[in-house]
């Protein structure tokens, strides 16, 4: 990509990270660094641990 094009970011959650690993070769990025943990009420928190500005996040 040239200087000028947005980043591509792919990130993934707990149902499977073994396919967005496998999609992720396949495009030659890297998986964008992220945690997903629950709140003792079970609702899911999922924290995006680089930054995506100026990338397309999926």
């Known amino acids: 990509m040239s200087s000028g094009s947005k980043r591509l970011k792919i990130f993934a959650g707990n149902a ?3 396919l ?3 999609i ?3 495009l030659g990025v890297t998986m964008g660094a992220s945690r997903i943990s ?3 009420d079970g609702e899911i ?3 995006v ?3 995506v500005r100026g990338a ?3």
């Open 16 to 18: 499977n990270p073994e």
């Open 20 to 22: 967005a690993q496998e």
């Open 24 to 26: 992720c070769q396949y």
């Open 38 to 40: 629950r709140f003792s």
């Open 45 to 47: 928190r999922a924290e």
């Open 49 to 51: 641990d680089e930054s």
């Open 56 to 58: 397309d996040a999926l």
